[in-house]
């Protein structure tokens, strides 16, 4: 990895693999005390104040509240006694996130300058676990609808991708180590893409959403943008077990540390209709990609040779459509309540809204039975394949703020609610441009263990 | 069923099973013009003025509100243009769920006054569809701790169980024909039998449970009190297909009339731990139905003849635990948040917190997965019975309101999700006493067949 961003940033946050960043890293120096979780924020700070100004990845920015917290992380390392793996870890979440003594506002008009009383569920938990809330990043509205003002830091002509537009600008520039997403398409791994770090949604369920604007809660899974595939890991982790799983589901299991390098033998190649979308260069960085870890022993199995494969590639194209049937019955509450109060929306959501008003429960029902289909579809390859490699996106995070590019390729883990994730592995046209693997439910650590092995593999 | 009231109470809605004074048929007469929702709305205030004083069924009243939507109500009757089964329908909601312009104070200091800013998703349907919200009802401090000072209608100086104590009243009473409850061990089901009615909780998952406080996301059912099947049935069905079922849910469908009674030809015959706790009178009235059930056709399965019918008693016996543990669990949000905040409980939730504090995810995934295979025990069996057949209670409504009896036999159905009902067609000590029916999961429709046809085996 090679790419310039237009603005500086600290050499040590790169965005590409830099795992020796990491904040994992970071806090074996907070315990030898070479580091402090104050003097590390201190830095992340410093970048803001560069390069914030012309991101505009951030609605609420708490730097004061954010030094205090990482005081306290000081004293707690000093004394020997961190709380958590991500007790000092400077964070951002998206908008749609609630949190006690900020606002949360949505992106949308209905919600400015709104507070909730109480933190999320996600909130509650990380700062029970000493994470340092730095501030609250820029969403579309609600998630689905208008776009943000946020830059992307590698072309700021270009967009961020969308719906985590400020928290992928945000770890995408070096201004945050981490900040926490939500996906109901591709709302994490695309601008993930787009704005070269890790991005990862895991199994459906995985962390709690309460205290998350809904919007279609079956579909949406908390993520993380990261610049280390450990920190993605540990802060997931974390949150699956203090804010626990969506009530009924299993969570995310594994051991504290990310899982070890592990060489996947057999992935699914994906195209989807998204292929057809990609340019040259695009298509080249991916079969380049390809060609390496083929060259490193690794099968990669075309889904023309397998019914079953060709036929998980059919469910891929209809993934988009399932996704937002599905929305269409769920948004009724609270878009419903917000109709009656005479609020307004974006087209992109009033569209949305025109279907939510035709929909049945039987076509609901429709909806969830095929989305089943596919999920055992994909599940019965798993004595085939290790899991799936593809694209994250058709092309490089595209030129204008409201291009906001294709969620084609990451719909079908989002649909099934498989767990996916995206390294900042290609480039094209001196852009970054993700690599994607899907991974089996529940089996997240499984699908890091091979990335890790992926990502050394293309680094190389 | 010859039960008296210590209060009067208008003889067209008796607390046995009077099917014809159902707001059904009701309905026909609004349409008719022979009634209107008006006057119908009235006849209940009438009830309220005369025996709320007494029975404190209602933290809040809207009479102003609800005059205002019945007579908008009789307009569209008039016009022949009724909104939907439920419009005119006199209503009470359980005060964990919010209404818009109403307080919502879960029965907690900690909500003293609180006020939500939109309808929950079960409030919103119900006035889309032109439902006449009258009160809020009483209910233990988030349906779990503190009991109210709410009586029974039977004798006031027992309880009228919990923790939908004022739904359960203020439809024992006649002071409404139908209110909404929740239910995670026995709490729409034990009132139900303690006040003299019809109580349901469909299948787990049949209706959305957003904007309701929540305790245990995954194991709370939103149901219905009524004083008629039918009513219970279209009022649920409404809700299923209006406000949603949770998330990735199936609902509840089936007719919009009530299906017709329908004989069940094999019933297993349920006892649990309960059984021991139940006097000579409760089980001879519990005795006499099944010998008239017998007589009529019925085959009343007996566990003790089959192995797995014998292992689903053992289940029956730890759904407490396991309903417990996984409520330790989920509570940990928003309780740890209230905890922060110097938020006081009563023992009874003080006592699951210690555990929210102990458990792990490990533990959480431990007691799903035993649900999990007892729901599949279950189910298993749905080839050899058509149903469950049991007390509701171990009781009748005990003496004092602190005493709140035993949730042991309404927490199977609820653990595994299965639909249960309850109706008033046993009668001990000159108290109701309720006769449970549970279902198989998503065929509720059936499940209310088969209980329309017990019922009426039973009034003959």
Tied chains: 1, 2.
């Excluded at 009656?340 to 809204?353: A, C, P, Q």
């Excluded at 058709?394 to 030129?399: D, I, R």
Aim: with cysteine; charged share 20%; glycine share 8%.
């Amino acid at each position: 990895m090679s790419l310039a961003h237009t603005q500086s940033r600290p050499t040590a946050y790169s965005c590409g693999p830099a795992f020796a960043a990491s904040f994992r890293a970071a806090r074996e120096d907070f315990r030898d005390g070479r580091d402090t979780p104050s003097a590390f924020l201190e830095r992340f700070l410093d970048e803001i104040e560069t390069q914030e100004p012309s991101l505009h990845a951030f609605v609420t920015l708490a730097r004061d509240e954010a030094r205090l917290a990482a005081a306290q992380a000081d004293t707690r390392y000093k004394a020997g006694n961190p709380l958590s793996a991500v007790d000092g870890l400077p964070i951002g979440l998206k908008d749609i996130i609630q949190t006690e003594g900020l606002p949360t506002q949505s992106g949308s008009p209905i919600f400015t300058g709104w507070q909730a009383e109480r933190d999320s569920a996600v909130a509650s938990a990380l700062r029970r676990g000493g994470a340092v809330l730095v501030g609250k990043t820029a969403t579309t509205e609600f998630a689905y609808g208008a776009i943000t003002p946020t830059r992307n830091p590698y072309d700021h002509n270009r967009t961020p991708g969308t719906s985590s537009s400020g928290s992928a600008a945000a770890v995408g520039a070096g201004m945050l180590p981490l900040a926490i997403g939500t996906q109901l398409m591709s709302s994490v791994l695309r601008p993930a893409s787009y704005c070269g770090h890790v991005g990862v949604k895991p199994t459906y369920g995985a962390i709690r959403q309460d205290g998350i604007h809904p919007f279609s809660p079956s579909g949406e899974h908390v993520g993380a943008h990261a610049h280390a595939l450990e920190d993605a890991w540990q802060t997931l982790r974390f949150l699956a077990q203090e804010a626990g799983p969506v009530p009924g589901s299993r969570g995310l299991t594994g051991p504290e540390d990310a899982p070890a390098a592990t060489m996947p033998k057999r992935l699914l190649r994906m195209y989807t209709p998204g292929w057809e979308l990609a340019d040259t260069s695009v298509r080249d960085a991916f079969e380049t990609a390809l060609d390496t870890l083929s060259n490193a022993g690794v099968s990669i199995v075309e889904p023309s040779t397998v019914p079953e494969l060709q036929a998980i590639e059919d469910d891929c194209a209809r993934s988009d459509w399932c996704i937002a049937e599905i929305a269409a019955f769920e948004m009724r509450w609270p878009f419903f309540e917000y109709e009656k109060s005479g609020g307004e929306f974006h087209d992109r959501i009033n569209k949305l809204l025109v279907r939510a008003h035709e929909i049945t429960l039987e076509d609901y029902h429709l909806a969830l039975e095929w989305k089943d289909g596919f999920r055992a579809r994909y599940l019965a390859l798993s004595e085939q394949i290790d899991g799936v490699i593809g694209l994250t996106a058709p092309e490089v995070a595209p030129v204008g703020l409201e291009n906001i590019g294709h969620p084609i390729m990451c719909s079908p883990a989002s649909c099934m609610g498989a767990p996916a994730i995206t390294i900042p592995a290609l480039e094209a046209d001196g852009l970054p441009l993700g690599l994607q693997l899907i991974g089996f439910h529940n089996r997240d650590a499984e699908m890091f263990a091979h990335t890790a092995w992926v990502d050394n593999a293309l680094a190389r």
